[in-house]
């Protein structure tokens, strides 16, 4: 008869199959016992390791957070009724700050900005009209670009006071001609204190109003 040594024996090896039934069982249970011992050491040496990866799943949560407030949830507040009906006075917007860092705003987007550059002036919230390139004139109450009407979606009243828009006026490269939604009661790009915008000007674009809650919705 063979008798078995303590060596570890190859399960994988047929050679196992010389042991008697009764051998084959007591080595298998051993190689149980064995596997059991390994598991549980694996797990010993693994609960710092489990330990350091869930401390880094949530660093990166927190992470992105941030990353996704910072971007996505500065806000500013709308001041005054030159938005209406759009936005109403003492709306808090949720503006993306890095919404225009590869391009500049689109028509019809809605944006903030700082009058004139003046980081200590209050934030302006204002609709994009004209673009770079484009040429804007206001006259008979409409407006015109390029010399065609600007038809826009919404239903606004015929603008009584065209301002500097009276005379056509040719924007030049990261130049953005904007205005109010009321459109008799804004200071804008037709004012010589505001004039046109300039991306460098120019803080994000508006995308949802977070407050007041009945006012609440994307833009």
């Known amino acids: 008869m063979k008798y078995v040594s303590d060596k570890p024996i190859d399960f994988t090896n047929q050679d196992w199959k010389q042991y008697t039934p009764r051998e084959r069982a007591r080595l298998e249970a051993r190689r149980e016992e064995e596997e059991k011992k390994k598991r549980a050491l694996a797990r010993r040496k693994s609960g710092p390791r489990i330990l350091l990866e869930w401390v880094l799943q949530i660093g990166i949560v927190i992470l992105f957070a941030y990353v996704a407030v910072y971007i996505f949830g500065q806000t500013r507040t709308n001041v005054g009724q030159s938005m209406d009906p ?3 006075g003492g709306d808090t917007l949720l503006i993306n700050i890095f919404a225009y860092q590869m391009n500049g705003p689109s028509q019809g987007d809605i944006i903030s900005y700082k009058p004139n550059g003046s ?17 804007i004139q206001i006259k008979d109450g409409m407006i015109y670009i390029d010399g065609k009407v600007y038809l826009e979606g919404a239903d ?3 603008i ?23 459109r008799n009661n804004s200071e804008d790009s037709r004012s010589a204190e ?11 674009k508006a995308w949802f109003v977070l407050s007041p809650a009945e006012h ?4």
């Open 86 to 88: 759009t936005l109403s």
């Open 119 to 135: 980081t200590n002036a209050h934030s302006d919230i204002k609709r994009v009209i004209g673009l770079p390139g484009q040429t």
């Open 156 to 158: 606004y009243p015929a």
């Open 160 to 182: 009584t006071s065209p301002g500097l828009a009276a005379e056509p006026i040719r924007l030049k490269d990261r130049q953005y001609f904007v205005l109010g939604d009321n």
């Open 194 to 204: 505001i004039g046109v915008v300039t991306n460098d000007m120019i803080e994000g």
């Open 216 to 219: 609440r919705r994307f833009l």
